[in-house]
């Protein structure tokens, strides 16, 4: 069974840039496509970027377009990234890794087949 774990998370002043990782343990991530989740104190869950499972295809939710970005490296690292740069106190949440064991992966949570413990991201202003 595939395990995902997430590090990188912390506390960035506004403008700051962080990176988040997440890493695969007892299997390869090069079988699913994946997402990157968040989820704020009294909000619920929402997708923050998708990528194919061969890495061709991205997808990035309108409120981190041009800020943040999704890769992975599935040869070397068995790992997915998420580059979050020019960050803003309303990005401060938990965030996710998910696995979606189709293709192109989906926008909606439900579809994830495998979920990471989170990482917590906070930005002071």
């Known amino acids: 069974q595939v395990q995902l774990v997430e590090s990188g998370g912390g506390l960035v002043q506004a403008g700051g840039s962080l990176r988040l990782s997440c890493a695969a343990s007892?299997?390869?991530?090069?079988?699913?496509?994946m997402g990157w989740f968040r989820q704020a104190p009294g909000k619920e869950r929402e997708l923050v970027a998708v990528?194919?499972?061969?890495?061709?295809?991205?997808?990035h939710a309108d409120s981190v377009k041009g800020r943040f970005t999704i890769s992975r490296d599935n040869a070397k690292k068995n790992t997915v990234y998420l580059q979050m740069n020019s960050l803003k106190p309303e990005d401060t949440a938990v965030y996710y890794c998910?696995?979606?064991?189709?293709?192109?992966?989906?926008?909606?949570?439900?579809?994830?087949?495998?979920w990471g413990q989170g990482t917590q991201v906070t930005v002071s202003s």
């Open positions: 990528i194919s499972r061969s890495g061709s295809s991205t997808y």
């Open positions: 007892g299997g390869t991530l090069s079988n699913y496509a």
């Open positions: 998910a696995a979606d064991s189709t293709a192109w992966g989906s926008r909606y949570a439900y579809d994830y087949d495998l």
